[in-house]
């Protein structure tokens, strides 16, 4: 895979909006103060800003809660169709975010697909939602099993 084919796969992107008050914002393009992003500052002193607006995220926070409740929660028995773990196995070690279902949705359409467990969750959106990163992941994991079996 040559440099471009990366940069694309990562959706790196070389023109990226930076000026000396602001960001563009990943999700909307626009180009916002500071202020306008969350931020996180480590004990180093280094702040590292999300780069998603303010008003991205109160958005997609209101998509969420909508589509949460016009689909109803799993019942107990239910697992997760990823990879088909329950709830008691998936809170086992007592994190709280680990037992309960996360809403799974389509990041381009804002509809809902269904109840994963939070792993699979951040897998998904990891990948960024794209069937092409998933099938090189699983080239990559497939050639390394047949390279150490």
């Not at 689909?71 to 680990?98: E, F, H, S, V």
């Amino acid at each position: 895979m040559n440099e471009e084919e990366q940069l694309k796969l990562f959706e790196f992107d070389e023109d990226e909006q930076v000026y000396d008050d602001g960001l563009e914002c990943n999700k909307c393009g626009v180009c916002q103060p500071y202020s306008n992003f969350t931020s996180i500052i480590y004990a180093s002193g280094v702040i590292e800003y999300k780069r998603i607006c303010k008003s991205c995220i109160k958005g997609h926070s209101a998509i969420i809660k909508t589509l949460k409740s016009k689909n109803a929660y799993p019942d107990k028995d239910y697992c997760c169709p990823i990879c088909n773990r329950d709830i008691t196995i998936l809170g086992r070690k007592k994190q709280k975010k680990l037992k309960s279902w996360v809403l799974d949705h389509c990041h381009d359409t804002n509809t809902f697909r269904g109840w994963l467990c939070h792993h699979c969750n951040t897998g998904l959106g990891s990948f960024n939602d794209s069937l092409e990163r998933l099938e090189e992941a699983v080239k990559y994991i497939k050639k390394h099993k047949e390279t150490n079996q």
